[in-house]
């Protein structure tokens, strides 16, 4: 998914990391924007020799005004320096971008995009391959914003997007219009992945502040005062104060959301979970022994609570690292949520699969 960062205010080269060969700590649809005076906002790697040449690149396309693709092949010891685990390549796009031009098709995507993402809905934008500089947006709810330049191009590439709302990543691919092959840069733009937390307890202190760390959004959930305060969450981005099990009802619980309950309370954790059931959460965990959450699963089961949404619920919360102290606890039940988030059991590095003869990461 693609680097959340402001548009500038007037014309500058934005760079876009659009494949990449080897494992790397940057994913397609990381951005670095160069304006006329130089200054750099974003990377597309962690730095190094990659960066530098985007720089560089960066300034001939502003003074030309055309878009280029850059290719780099990295040997070991560059892709080291980068994050990367062996040797492979990247592939940036290098185009120039007008914000305060109204007619700008980059600008007016991205824009779009950005209006979606703040309704919480995705989009994908697409980008051609071939130096022109228009844009499709597609959204997930149906309907699209902008051109490739033919309609028949446009509903090639409409189809082609269902891939990018299903893996929620971005990538290149090619779409065969008329026996004409069109490579095209599909740019994924979604939420941000969502931690709300409900019991503003002594885990919970931690578990903001690491998720903050993740660059996750984080909501802090409590119905007593005193312990839902800014004093104690001072970086959260949304604390809400009132009956958990109603505000759970009413919150966009979608599948770019992490739940953790913390109140360690039969009386608040079983109507809140009733409610984050009935929702897409990717992630639910409740802290508790497990004969507490035996009892508790039992009790919705009764409730008429299917198998398989109980199935969700975590708890005991957080991978077995051993955890005691509140930190300790708020990093176990993070790496767990990124875990399940990714698709992954959360088991050691070393045991984990090789797949098409390189490690998956």
Request: hydrophobic fraction near 45%.
């Amino acid at each position: 998914m693609t680097d959340t960062i402001s548009l500038p205010q007037g014309p500058a080269a934005v760079a876009t990391l659009i494949a990449t060969e080897g494992t790397s700590p940057k994913e397609a649809g990381a951005k670095m924007w160069v304006d006329s005076s130089g200054s750099i906002v974003g990377a597309v790697t962690i730095g190094g020799c990659v960066d530098a040449r985007v720089i560089e690149e960066s300034a001939r396309v502003l003074a030309d005004g055309h878009p280029m693709l850059l290719q780099m092949s990295l040997g070991g010891e560059d892709a080291w320096a980068l994050g990367m685990t062996c040797g492979g390549s990247v592939e940036i796009l290098i185009e120039p971008v007008n914000a305060a031009e109204p007619s700008d098709p980059i600008a007016s995507a991205l824009r779009v995009a950005r209006a979606e993402v703040e309704a919480g809905r995705r989009a994908v934008v697409v980008a051609p391959l071939d130096g022109r500089n228009d844009r499709l947006v597609v959204f997930e709810r149906g309907g699209h914003a902008g051109t490739l330049g033919s309609d028949v191009l446009d509903t090639a590439a409409i189809a082609a997007c269902t891939t990018y709302f299903e893996n929620a990543k971005s990538g290149t691919a090619s779409v065969a219009v008329a026996d004409v092959e069109t490579r095209l840069y599909f740019e994924l733009h979604a939420p941000p992945l969502t931690l709300i937390v409900f019991g503003a307890t002594h885990v919970a202190m931690p578990l903001v502040e690491l998720g903050r760390v993740l660059g996750l959004r984080t909501v802090v959930v409590d119905g007593r005062e005193r312990f839902a305060t800014r004093e104690r969450f001072p970086g959260v981005d949304e604390l809400i104060v009132g009956m958990p099990s109603e505000i759970a009802e009413r919150l966009p619980l979608g599948a770019h959301t992490l739940v953790v309950l913390l109140s360690h309370d039969y009386k608040y954790d079983l109507p809140v979970l009733r409610a984050v059931l009935a929702s897409d959460a990717v992630y639910v965990g409740c802290l508790g022994s497990a004969r507490r959450g035996k009892a508790m699963l039992e009790f919705l089961a009764e409730e008429g609570v299917a198998a398989d949404q109980l199935a969700r619920v975590r708890i005991p919360v957080g991978l077995d690292i051993g955890a005691r102290s509140a930190a300790e606890i708020a990093l176990s039940v993070l790496a767990e949520a990124v875990a399940v988030e990714r698709g992954r059991n959360g088991g050691a590095m070393r045991e984990r699969r090789r797949v098409g003869g390189a490690d998956s990461a």
